[in-house]
């Protein structure tokens, strides 16, 4: 009953050139009758999606990973703000960024354009459809939506409303799809379609995005992966830097921009017992020598290890904090640019030398001074809704808005002009 | 005698960590003194090139390939104009494109910095050598030259003198490092090596960009191919429109933005006995049968050839040009988005409607009405010199000057601040 893919990228192909003729008005109709539509079909949404967790748990799904694939009614609720936050944003589209007139009277415009069809691929969580669905029509592009088989209902249901709603309101349904038949050959063929897909996205975990960039011919934005560190000097507040250290490692520790290593000044190893002090109970450390030492007596609830040079590497997403001593802001930046994943990295310190130093020298698309790494957000930097947060330095770092999904073209206008 | 690649990378990426400090005088100060090593060294230079010149004689290569390879006093002052030309144009670094203060106090600054490790790899022109290496080292990137092992004597020459020069003006001379095994492995270790190197640009025929897009695991920036189109209407006046044809085909047929078809509508027949009679002599034409028939007796000096389906997807680079009657401005827009390369598309037109369709329906890094395609190019677009046209959508488009070496960091500056 599903298209196969080839027809899919034709119709996303020529669905696109369409949408790129749609003025925002036009665009945020469709978007405003997705989110009636979503709104009205609360029960089958939900009924495909009581069939989803039914069989995830009967496959033996952790109940954590059924939580993300769940939808309620706030949840339902939730996902039709998000669709409304895309709408209300600004057209990234059609924005003169420069123009200019040649000496020969040619006139020179560099316009935003919508970079084309782009796909996504994803894991379980539903929201996730309705979101980037929106993001990329606001964009002017069409999307691919390449979701887990184990949300297929789900995102079926979803992705119905969304088709529905934008036919209604009069814009271009085809420029929203689903990749329904959950192989694997699927992503293989979605990562080397060169002639259909601008780029994609892969949202999830470690092992799926590491296999979409070491595979894709096509673009790819490399999102989410975050070995964050925070690193204190002699001269941080001790109170305030235990403060900061303990919301970046405990307040969601299951996200990117938690921090993972925790790099101590050899002069700054006063802040160890406080922080061990707090942190017991709530969370594990793994210390090199020089900061166990510095702990003294560890309090009763600490769970405390020996660190090893895994550690280092590791982006654990829970209640785990590693800990090295440095001896130097600059073993601090080589610590952190070889470890690090380019995401999120903050110093502690009332040094301006080091602020300086640190944030020049850290190649990360955050770079924090005196403030705990879990602000690196699109909502929290105010961009609204956001696609990810782009680890990597080509087309788009850090959290990435409607801008990613777009690229420029010079406009050049004339009068008969030929080169001499 | 030479280093290991894995070494090369190793001191690129600590010499890039060290440019990255340098502010626009120190850069300047350092292009300064290669432009002048390079002035005194030309004896040198000439020599090591005329070596390179009779191997690639007494190895057969054509007259017109041993002629980009040839370097003369001439062509050594207009390396260093080059080189020149990089250091007075503005530093791409350090500019901050946005900031703002969040609700809570975090300052949040975007601001422009080096993408890292640049790498390219080229055929036989030196010059590639001297102008990506000033390109680069203005970006605060370091640069890896793999050239054309025909040129590697004059590469050589050329990069001790740069790097001479950089050392003498006080600059960070390991920047600058040449590939020099000349094996084919060696280039698929850099098209491989993600640790080190942050964006790869391949200057050269279609093979070797092919072989560079199909096999790196780096972000690759795709230069160059340009199956450009001239599309004609009803409207457009004969005359004009007869010598932009002219100028975009003849004036030097061997570059990527000369036009390659030409799309005439029915109704604007009447260009094809003018065109005819102005071409004959000069370059063949490949017609479809209308546009054939249009020619009436053609001239005796024009070579007249029926046009295959082959004709329409091949970049010539050549006095070719392939004919084609079309019904309708979006039959030639579905004809340029099918066989074009997204390089550069002209409609010559007075019709309002169709300038602005083709302008937002093509698919191209430069959309031209009523100018010839010839004026895709860095120095007629104003930004002096440049890297190479981009023909694809991710990162850079069109003409590329420094900011295609360019990443954006965000810089959140607190006082303390953690998230509740």
Redesign the interface.
């Known amino acids: 009953m599903a298209d196969s893919l080839d027809d899919i990228f034709i119709t996303l192909k020529k669905a696109q050139?369409e949408l790129?003729?749609q003025n925002r008005a036009a665009k945020d109709r469709a978007l405003a009758a997705a989110a009636a539509a979503i709104n009205r079909s609360r029960a089958a949404i939900l009924e495909a999606n009581s069939r989803d967790v039914e069989n995830a748990r009967k496959g033996g799904m952790k109940e954590s990973l059924v939580d993300r694939l769940l939808l309620n009614e706030k949840r339902i609720d939730s996902l039709i703000e998000g669709i409304n936050t895309v709408k209300e944003q600004e057209d990234p589209i059609g924005k003169t960024q420069a123009g200019?007139t040649?000496p020969n009277g040619?006139h020179?415009e560099r316009v935003t354009v919508p970079?084309?069809v782009a796909a996504i691929i994803y894991e379980s969580r539903p929201n996730v459809t309705a979101d980037c669905a929106a993001l990329a029509y606001k964009a002017g592009c069409s999307i691919l939506l390449r979701g887990s088989s184990t949300a297929l209902e789900s995102n079926r249901a979803l992705v119905r409303c969304i088709r529905e709603g934008i036919a209604e309101g009069g814009g271009i349904a085809d420029a929203v799809a689903l990749a329904e038949s959950g192989s694997r050959d699927e992503v293989d063929v979605i990562l080397n379609a060169r002639d259909y897909i601008?780029?994609v996205l892969p949202r999830g975990g470690h092992e799926l995005i590491r296999r979409v960039i070491?595979n894709a011919?096509v673009?790819v934005i490399e999102t989410g992966e975050g070995n964050c560190h925070i690193y204190v000097e002699p001269s941080a507040?001790i109170n305030?830097a235990v403060?900061?250290i303990?919301?970046?490692k405990l307040?969601k520790p299951g996200v990117c921009n938690a921090a993972e290593t925790l790099l101590v000044h050899k002069d700054a190893l006063a802040v160890m017992p406080v922080l061990a002090k707090k942190i017991a109970g709530k969370a594990e450390l793994r210390c090199d020598a020089a900061s166990k030492e510095a702990i003294g007596a560890p309090p009763a609830a600490l769970v405390l290890k020996d660190a090893t040079e895994k550690d280092w590497e590791t982006e654990f997403l829970d209640y785990i904090l590693a800990v090295k001593t440095v001896f130097s802001c600059d073993e601090a930046i080589a610590h952190i640019?070889r470890y690090g994943t380019k995401h999120s990295e903050a110093i502690l310190t009332n040094d301006l030398n080091s602020a300086e130093k640190f944030?020049?020298?850290i190649?990360?698309?955050?770079?924090?001074?005196?403030?705990?790494t879990?602000?690196?957000d699109g909502g929290?930097?105010?961009f609204g809704a956001e696609l990810g947060i782009s680890t990597?330095?080509?087309?788009a770092?850090?959290?990435m808005g409607l801008e990613a999904l777009t690229?420029?073209?010079?406009?050049?206008?004339?009068?008969?002009?030929?080169?001499p």
């Open positions: 050139s790129a003729m200019w040649l040619l020179v970079i084309g601008d780029v070491e011919k673009p507040d305030n403060e900061i303990l919301n970046a307040q640019n944030r020049c020298q190649d990360a698309a955050c770079v924090y001074v005196n403030a705990s879990r602000f690196t929290e930097f105010g990597q330095k080509f087309h770092r850090g959290p690229t420029i073209k010079y406009l050049v206008t004339g009068s008969g002009q030929i080169r």
